[in-house]
């Protein structure tokens, strides 16, 4: 475990701006796995985050929310990540660029997803 931490240490901070909207416990679970594999991660509600997405002048955020509808002015321009145990079709094509995690989730599945849509 100690060989784990040091490679986390020593890895470059990803700066990617990942706006996660869901319950506190699974935005810390969200937060906590994303962080230790060095990514930047925050945590705020939907209005805050319109006003992040809205202020954004490159795409360079991450969308994770189980409440996509709520973002669905930013579809063509945010990659979203669908945290969710029965997603929406409907919403999954809505957005350019989506990817799918189905509840319960393990920190792999997350963080596979967020290389996947970062392109990291």
């Known amino acids: 475990m100690t060989h784990d931490r040091a490679v986390y240490q020593s890895t470059p ?8 909207v869901e319950d506190s416990l699974v935005s810390k679970l969200v937060r906590t796995v994303l962080q230790k594999h060095g990514y ?13 997405l ?20 930013f579809a063509q ?14 919403m999954q094509v809505a957005f350019r660029y989506c990817r799918v995690v189905r509840k319960p989730f393990s920190p792999n599945e997350l963080v596979e997803a967020v290389k996947e849509l970062s392109g990291s």
């Open 13 to 20: 901070h990803k700066e990617i701006k990942l706006v996660v």
């Open 40 to 52: 930047s991660a925050v945590s705020v509600g939907p209005t805050e985050a319109e006003g992040i």
């Open 54 to 73: 809205r202020s954004a002048n490159e795409p360079e955020e991450i969308l994770l929310t189980n409440s996509p509808s709520q973002f669905l002015e």
């Open 77 to 90: 321009r945010i990659p979203l990540l669908y945290l969710t145990s029965s997603p929406d079709p409907t």
